[in-house]
């Protein structure tokens, strides 16, 4: 009886064409947008995740209030003390920032000019494009690497020779560039331009840091750390300082990343009803369409419940098929997302499954009214309709 009932609904369904084309757009829609939807929001949270997890659940990021001078400022001599007298951190690396302007080439332009120290690229994870980092042996030295906001521009992007070498002018003092870097999630201050600390101290005249990256010792608990750091720079330099843990940050993404995949799953789910409507408002169409062919079914000894498992049948296939569709076009959206932001590719099953599933309750739930609605018609009334 079930093959005769699949048997039937396919013949149905290729009978109505155009109707069941028109069902199929809708729900294959719908659910192409719960797959889609809820795999972006799943790998948006993956790639957020990855971003705060690159640098390890053990770095600090402390941040310096802003001063209006090295008297009332943390210094690059403050940092490393802390170093020192700290029971909590195995390494600090002081930052100090400013904008300022650039030539290159015919072209100039603005960046943020970053001087730290050598194991800034360490700490920080950061992948050499060319070149090489900052070294020991560049102290007070004219050096300079380059990130990627840089090396985007046309300047750089169209240079014939090689960069490395190349002389870069800084607030109208030349520069060497010695190395190039690929992009970096975890730190945005190495997409622009980095100089040795000890050359940022002449170049901006000023000894106060704007930041210090920590990574503490294995075993140690960041509110222990952070409490640490916050009473040594009240003690010694009567100022308050914010710190913020990575594994805070983690933390915090894995919450924004379920919020997200919720909401747009809620979104998703309403053109999911959408979809569903429009399966009810097919089947029940059908239904007035094929009264007299209920009527003879009826006649010659269909049960109500024949009638009923029949357009039942049709709906789930419907909605099966669009389903498989849905999963396509759902899959084939993520895609381009993915490709457009740069993010890895990968098909959540929990978004599939979730897609899939849901068309066969879609099938079942809004297929039901109208098999019902035709089960329940006359015989007689249903073989005397044209």
């Keep these: 009886m079930f093959l005769t009932y699949v048997r039937e609904a396919v013949r149905s369904l290729y009978t109505a064409k155009q109707r069941t084309l ?83 080439g015919d072209e100039n332009g603005n960046t943020l000019i970053t001087g730290t120290t ?67 999630a975890s730190d945005w201050y190495a997409n622009y331009s980095i100089i040795p600390i000890s050359t ?5 005249g000023k000894k106060s840091i704007s930041k210090i990256t920590a990574r503490m010792k294995p075993g140690v608990d960041f509110r222990v750390a952070t409490m640490e750091i916050q009473r040594y720079f009240k003690q010694r330099n009567n100022i ?20 997200q995949t919720m909401l747009l799953g ?15 408002n097919v089947m029940l169409t059908s239904v007035m369409d094929r009264r007299r062919e209920i009527g003879i079914l009826r006649a010659i000894g269909a049960r109500q419940r024949d009638i009923r498992r029949q357009f039942l049948t049709e709906a789930v296939i419907l909605s099966l098929i669009g389903g498989v569709l849905g999963a396509g076009l759902g899959i084939l959206s993520c895609y381009i997302v993915c490709s457009i932001n740069e993010w890895t590719f990968f098909i959540p099953k929990m978004g599939l499954w979730l897609g899939l599933g849901v068309s066969s309750l879609v099938g079942i739930f809004f297929g039901f009214y109208p098999a019902h609605k035709a089960a329940k018609l006359d015989p007689i009334t249903a073989l005397r309709s044209e």
């Design 266 to 280: 809620v979104i998703s789910a309403i053109s999911l009803l959408v979809g569903g409507v429009g399966i009810m």
């Design 200 to 204: 940022a101290i002449r170049f901006f």
């Design 22 to 104: 028109l069902a199929l757009l809708g729900i294959s829609i719908a659910i192409g947008a719960v797959i889609a939807l809820v795999s972006i929001g799943i790998i948006w949270g993956e790639e957020s995740m990855r971003k705060f997890s690159e640098l390890g659940p053990d770095i600090l990021q402390i941040q310096v209030p802003w001063s209006r001078g090295d008297d009332d400022g943390i210094t690059v001599q403050d940092a490393f003390l802390l170093l020192d007298s700290s029971q909590t951190l195995a390494d600090v690396v002081p930052m100090i920032t400013n904008y300022g302007g650039y030539f290159f």
């Design 118 to 184: 050598i194991k800034y690229k360490e700490m920080n994870r950061l992948r050499l494009k060319s070149g090489r980092f900052l070294s020991m042996l560049d102290e007070n030295k004219s050096y300079v690497v380059i990130g990627t906001r840089l090396l985007n521009k046309p300047e750089f992007k169209e240079f014939a020779g090689s960069l490395i070498g190349s002389t870069i002018k800084l607030e109208n003092k030349p520069y060497t560039i010695i190395g190039t870097l690929e992009e970096s």
């Design 240 to 259: 308050e300082v914010t710190v913020k843990a990575n594994v805070q940050a983690i933390k915090t993404a894995q919450e924004q990343a379920a919020m």
